[in-house]
């Protein structure tokens, strides 16, 4: 039997009930675009000043010339622009970058000796990288070529070939000892090799298999080397390594260039630890309060003492007091990916921003400026989070990170925090959340083992599979009709590829005593994003295949509520007869039908950057309405003039200002 996953909340968004207000405007184009930050790679810094950094993102390089106070795009050659980046280095001698491409059908190495204002192409093909920059010459370049290292002492003009391992070495890091430059280290799959002639002979110094090397950090008496498990670590040159052992997986290193002793690692779970002997020991991090850092891609520490932490998905942080606290840094960046937009429906202008890769962003000022809050969730995925009605700064949310289990956890203080419930059962995706309106401490999971159930606020759980198909019992929607959890609706996760193998198995199921029993009373494995109307009128929205439906009599049959093309990816509705609605398409962008007061569907993409749209949300006034990219970013769009908000003062504290952010 062959099937497969179908969409589920947190990749596209339904109706999401709630008040939201802004700054004073007329209503009229998108606006916003934050939160600002988005995966950052790598940061480095530029030898010509402490306050001049570049950092290395999924769309290109940023320059900050202020410490990382605002960041500026980089441009390239048109012929270079186009191509992903491989790897970026800068020399510490005289501040050449290099950026290493991997070209229309070959490598490209680009090279800039004035901080990027102006770039040429090196003359010959460049190995695949990495690469590594002598501290003594920026002319002088060492790079990895799958199991060989090559050298260049020309600028990468020329390569020659230094070093060959066996076949499976895979070199994935190359360092440098600033006091001996001709001590080179290089790092691959079957271990870690050494020359102290600049290349000339080389020897195997560890035989670690199996471990991906991402970084090496070489100090005056010692080397560090960045690993999945931890540190390897050595103070004879090289010549033998110990295992530090560390949670979270090692990514990055630096250290302080005022005292080498003062080592920092980034990782890929856990933060930030530091170490003051050397790293021999070592201590976490401090309060991230505000700032999505928990898995880090960079770091490096400036002259002028400021930590610089790139992290995989919120950003730029800086820290000026040895990791104790820190900032976000994100004006002018890219902005973060969010995959959807939860509104307060009891408080305007609070909104949940859920990313698959920094945790979730809050807004008080209906999208003008966001904040992270992640501080205590389990994982930075979020797939799912929900504002109880009963209690608007009790918030429940799933998150996870790969092919682990997922998480349920829970803030009494608006996202402040979040403690892990650890009574839940165990899953591996929750698609959506659902408080009880009618009854307190009632929640309901849509999740990959079928609706899971709790009376007693988390403390007890129950899975209500009855009737679903045996082993395929997940499901990407719930909506209720009516008041309270007694009449519920459910569309299966999964649906056929193969209709004669499974025909019949999934689709929209029914439960008329709260999830105990469920019978299937629609086979359309199509049907997605549930929305009941809470006016208690009885109908249900969904989106098919190719159209918007309602049904008037409980799922048994649908008609169309609003005209709808093939290829719509999101929806939001203000209920009625007829509703007003608003459609999501990654070709034609958004499209707004006022019901009977037009024919069809008018765009309305004037503010977007461009037409990706991933998810919609409207508050249940239809004063405002929210979108998501691809590209990234949340986008607002008033839909009558309203009033300016009473901010959050507690939240606004630690606001990350948008207005200066990236167009």
């Given at each position: 039997m062959l099937m497969r996953i179908v969409r589920v909340a947190g990749v596209v968004c339904g109706m999401v009930i709630g008040g939201a207000t802004s700054a004073s405007s007329e209503a009229g184009s998108w606006t916003g675009g934050g939160p600002f930050g988005g995966p950052v790679l790598r940061v480095l810094t530029l030898p010509s000043s402490p306050s001049h950094l570049l950092v290395w993102t999924?769309?290109?390089?940023?320059?900050?010339?202020?410490?990382?106070?605002?960041?500026?795009?980089?441009l390239f050659p048109s012929d270079a622009a186009a191509f992903s980046f491989t790897d970026v280095r800068v020399g510490t001698a005289g501040g050449t970058i290099y950026v290493l491409t991997d070209g229309p059908s070959q490598p490209m190495l680009l090279v800039s000796a004035d901080e990027g204002l102006t770039w040429t192409s090196a003359q010959?093909?460049?190995?695949?990288?990495?690469?590594?920059?002598?501290?003594?010459?920026?002319?002088?370049?060492?790079?990895?070529?799958?199991?060989?290292?090559?050298k260049s002492t020309d600028g990468g003009d020329s390569w020659a070939e230094v070093f060959a391992g066996d076949p499976y070495f895979d070199v994935t890091a190359i360092a440098i000892d600033p006091l001996h430059p001709g001590t080179v280290f290089s790092a691959g799959a079957e271990g870690i090799?050494?020359?102290?002639?600049?290349?000339?002979?080389?020897?195997?110094?560890?035989?670690?298999?199996?471990?991906?090397?991402?970084?090496?950090?070489?100090?005056?008496?010692?080397?560090?080397?960045?690993?999945?498990?931890?540190l390897l670590?050595?103070?004879?040159?090289?010549?033998?390594?110990?295992?530090?052992?560390?949670?979270?997986?090692?990514?990055?290193?630096?250290?302080?260039?005022?005292?080498?002793?003062?080592?920092?690692?980034?990782?890929?779970?856990?933060?930030?630890?530091?170490?003051?002997?050397?790293?021999?020991?070592?201590?976490?991090?401090?309060?991230?309060?505000?700032?999505?850092?928990?898995?880090?891609?960079g770091l490096v520490i400036t002259d002028s003492g400021q930590m610089i932490a790139a992290t995989k998905g919120g950003g730029v942080a800086i820290s000026t007091d040895d990791g104790s606290t820190w900032a976000p840094a994100?004006?002018?960046?890219?902005?973060?990916?969010?995959?959807?937009?939860?509104?307060?429906?009891?408080v305007s202008a609070i909104a949940y921003a859920l990313t698959s890769s920094a945790g979730v962003y809050k807004t008080t000022d209906a999208g003008q400026t966001w904040v992270a809050i992640s501080s205590g969730l389990a994982h930075e995925g979020v797939t799912a989070l929900a504002i109880d009605p009963h209690a608007h700064d009790h918030l429940y949310a799933s998150s996870k990170t790969d092919n682990e289990p997922a998480s349920l956890d829970q803030s009494t203080d608006g996202g402040q925090t979040w403690t892990e419930i650890s009574t839940a059962p165990q899953l591996f995706l929750v698609a959506e959340i659902l408080f009880d309106p009618e009854t307190p401490g009632t929640v309901l999971l849509a999740s990959d083992a079928g609706p899971v159930r709790s009376t007693d606020g988390g403390e007890t759980w129950v899975v209500l599979a009855s009737g679903l198909p045996a082993g395929y019992a997940g499901v990407a929607s719930i909506a209720q009709i009516g008041s309270g959890f007694r009449d519920l609706y459910a569309q299966s996760m999964y649906a056929c590829m193969i209709s004669d193998s499974c025909a019949g198995m999934f689709g929209l199921f029914h439960?008329?005593?709260?999830?105990?029993?469920?019978?299937?009373?629609?086979?359309?494995?199509?049907?997605?994003?549930?929305?009941?109307?809470?006016?208690?009128?009885?109908?249900?929205?969904?989106?098919?295949?190719?159209?918007?439906?309602?049904?008037?009599?409980?799922?048994?049959?649908?008609?169309?509520?609003?005209?709808?093309?093939?290829?719509a990816s999101a929806y939001a509705l203000i209920p009625g007869r007829p509703p007003r609605g608003w459609l999501a398409d990654s070709v034609v962008g958004v499209a707004d039908h006022s019901g009977s007061n037009r024919e069809g569907w008018t765009l309305i993409n004037d503010g977007l950057p461009d037409l990706s749209?991933?998810?919609?949300?409207?508050?249940?006034?239809?004063?405002?309405?929210?979108?998501?990219?691809?590209?990234?970013?949340?986008?607002?769009?008033?839909?009558?003039?309203?009033?300016?908000?009473?901010?959050?003062?507690?939240?606004?504290?630690?606001?990350?200002?948008?207005?200066?952010?990236?167009?």
């Open positions: 999924p769309t290109g390089l940023e320059k900050s010339t202020d410490e990382g106070r605002s960041w500026v795009n980089l010959s093909i460049p190995p695949n990288g990495p690469v590594g920059v002598d501290p003594s010459s920026d002319r002088v370049l060492y790079a990895g070529d799958y199991n060989i290292i090559r090799v050494r020359s102290t002639d600049s290349g000339a002979t080389w020897l195997q110094v560890d035989h670690e298999t199996n471990t991906w090397i991402a970084q090496i950090l070489v100090l005056p008496e010692t080397a560090i080397a960045a690993s999945p498990t931890g670590r050595s103070t004879d040159g090289g010549t033998s390594w110990t295992t530090v052992s560390l949670s979270g997986g090692v990514t990055a290193l630096a250290a302080d260039p005022g005292n080498v002793d003062h080592v920092f690692v980034g990782t890929a779970t856990n933060g930030v630890f530091a170490s003051t002997d050397g790293g021999s020991t070592w201590t976490a991090g401090g309060n991230t309060s505000g700032v999505s850092m928990r898995a880090i891609s994100n004006v002018g960046l890219p902005p973060v990916v969010v995959d959807q937009v939860v509104v307060d429906s009891t439960s008329s005593d709260g999830g105990s029993s469920w019978s299937l009373v629609d086979p359309d494995d199509n049907l997605w994003q549930l929305t009941s109307d809470p006016t208690g009128s009885g109908i249900l929205y969904a989106l098919g295949a190719s159209l918007l439906e309602r049904c008037t009599d409980c799922g048994v049959t649908w008609t169309a509520a609003l005209p709808v093309e093939p290829g749209v991933t998810s919609l949300a409207v508050d249940s006034a239809g004063t405002r309405l929210y979108s998501t990219l691809a590209t990234g970013g949340v986008f607002e769009r008033d839909l009558v003039p309203r009033a300016a908000p009473t901010p959050d003062p507690v939240a606004s504290q630690q606001t990350i200002a948008i207005s200066s952010g990236r167009p």
